[in-house]
């Protein structure tokens, strides 16, 4: 099966109004005949800013992060996927590594709020990923294992099958260490291969996106692998000559 490529940018907490008006204005014009998917992930307060200045281009806009909860209600801060819908969003990033490290997500947690996201008509993009000390023991495949396997007992099927991975090795994230394209590779084949296990439609369909350090001069290098459909983008997303460098790698 073919899958399409998909480049996705993730600010983080990064940005501005002037900034998001820049880059939209930067790429409008830059995106025709591009083959892959492009989606950025601003905050989600410029969501709305940046979806509508790119609307009528070929760039989506989606969240960094949803609530795990569905309903309104008293979740102080919390903006759920319902709302982000409404900014203009159509993707929401899961279970990104920071997230889990720094605000106690669980396995669990980013099951539910994939769950809420596709519940909301957002496709989420779960990230997993392991870290140097767990590569470095030679646990990379099991940290993954599990965490997929997380997912499968925890998500709904529905969710599952419009879900895009993202292999973030947490490594690899802000250090300008980037996987080499075999590594990326050989572990996209093996999320693929054990994604089968478990679901053998949704392991030809699933867009895996690998992120950590992805730059305009490895970019294309990592997409060479045949079961990497794309990047999860951070720091180089934050400019759009990067990242739609990036993206015409991308094809
Ligand atoms: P990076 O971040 O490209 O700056 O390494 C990737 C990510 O965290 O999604």
């Not at 291969?193 to 895996?208: K, Y």
Request: charged share 20%; hydrophobic share 45%; aromatic share 6%.
């Amino acid at each position: 099966m073919t899958r399409r490529m998909m480049v996705a940018g993730n600010w983080k907490m990064n940005g501005s109004a002037a900034a998001v008006d820049r880059f939209a204005e930067e790429i409008s014009t830059a995106v025709d005949g591009l083959a892959a998917q492009l989606l950025i992930c601003p905050p989600a307060v410029y969501i709305e800013r940046l979806g509508r200045q790119v609307s009528g281009v070929a760039v989506a806009v989606g969240a960094q992060n949803v609530a795990a909860e569905r309903e309104p209600g008293a979740f102080t801060g919390e903006t759920s996927g319902e709302m982000v819908v409404d900014a203009g969003a159509t993707y929401a990033i899961v279970g990104h590594s920071e997230r889990r490290a720094l605000y106690g997500e669980t396995d669990q947690v980013v099951a539910t709020k994939a769950n809420a996201a596709a519940a909301a008509g957002l496709v989420p993009i779960i990230c997993v990923g392991e870290t140097l000390e767990q590569r470095e023991a030679g646990q990379a495949e099991a940290v993954l294992a599990a965490q997929l396997d997380a997912l499968f007992d925890h998500a709904d099927q529905d969710t599952l099958s419009i879900a895009v991975i993202a292999y973030e090795p947490i490594w690899a994230i802000g250090t300008g260490h980037s996987a080499t394209p075999d590594q990326a590779q050989e572990i996209h084949a093996f999320i693929r291969s054990h994604i089968r296990d478990r679901n053998a439609t949704m392991a030809e369909s699933v867009q895996l996106l690998y992120g950590g350090s992805v730059k305009p001069d490895n970019a294309a290098a990592l997409f060479a692998g045949a079961d990497v459909d794309g990047a999860l983008v951070g720091g180089a997303s934050l400019k759009a000559d990067s990242f739609l460098d990036i993206a015409r790698a991308a094809g």
